[in-house]
């Protein structure tokens, strides 16, 4: 069958996204990987897929798969496109939309700007919803690294925003230390279903400079929740006020957070191609 899919980005983080509500297919992980293949596929960070909603109280369903063909909770820049997808090829003809992901119900706002606002709902600083084997809940934990023929010591926050994120606060994001913690970090033997890593520089209290290691698809260029987990980490540090630009490789976005309740994100989402592949 020939299956009808978009290729979108949020702030150069891209997506395959396939409408699984008019179409019928069912993905194997191993062509997951095939179609993420940047050169012998599609290419992409993440696979979308818009489904029925199980809960009548909603209006889809949002399933996400990382490059490597694992199934992952969340996805915030995924969240945006995934409004702009079921608002442009009518799926819907709402601008405030409810889904459900593995991790709980959002909501989705499309903008009179073109933007998406996403509630993003509660940070989790319980270990156990990351999951995460520390003893008891701290705002910063230690953590122990092989790193440059040693060990060494750094300090991280812990935060599931739906999926699981360790935010580090470094000089240098682009640093050859930030690029080789990347991957140590994701496969930590703390964290038991690898963890997304945030490495971010405070650059005043209303802006932050973030790069994430995404658990499952390697530094991309921009991560939804990455940037919301790095604000939460940074507010709870007291290092930033309630609005924050966080300045991504990809781009900015604008996280809010009282410190209590909701965390709101707002940025861009924009469709590059539609396509047809055979399978």
């Given at each position: ?9 949020g ?28 050169r012998?596929?599609?290419g ?60 709980g ?17 509660k940070p989790h ?21 092989p ?33 080789q ?94 396509g047809?592949?055979?399978?």
């Amino acid at each position: 069958m020939l299956l009808r899919f978009s290729k979108m980005h949020g702030l150069g983080n891209d997506f395959m996204v396939v409408d699984l509500v008019t179409q019928h297919f069912a993905f194997r992980p191993e062509l997951v990987r095939q179609f993420a293949d940047r050169r012998f596929g599609i290419g992409f960070d993440q696979l979308l897929i818009v489904e029925p909603p199980s809960n009548p109280d909603v209006d889809f369903r949002y399933r996400i798969f990382n490059a490597d063909g694992s199934e992952v909770e969340q996805c915030g820049n995924g969240a945006r496109c995934f409004a702009r997808f079921v608002h442009d090829t009518k799926l819907t003809a709402k601008s405030l939309i409810k889904v459900e992901t593995r991790s709980g119900i959002i909501t989705l706002e499309l903008e009179s700007d073109g933007e998406v606002l996403v509630n993003m709902g509660k940070p989790h600083f319980e270990p156990s919803t990351l999951p995460f084997t520390a003893d008891k809940q701290q705002d910063q934990y230690e953590f122990n690294v092989p790193l440059n023929d040693g060990v060494q010591a750094l300090y991280a926050g812990a935060v599931s925003m739906g999926n699981p994120h360790v935010v580090m606060q470094v000089d240098d994001v682009h640093s050859e230390t930030v690029n080789q913690l990347g991957p140590l970090m994701e496969n930590h033997e703390f964290f038991p279903n690898r963890v997304n890593a945030g490495f971010m520089r405070i650059v005043d209290r209303g802006e932050i400079e973030l790069r994430v290691y995404e658990r499952g698809a390697g530094w991309t260029l921009a991560c939804g929740t990455g940037a919301c987990a790095a604000m939460v980490t940074a507010h709870l540090w007291g290092l930033v006020d309630d609005e924050v630009q966080v300045k991504l490789p990809g781009g900015h976005l604008t996280i809010s957070w009282s410190g209590e309740g909701d965390v709101m994100m707002k940025g861009p989402a924009d469709r590059v191609f539609d396509g047809r592949i055979q399978v």
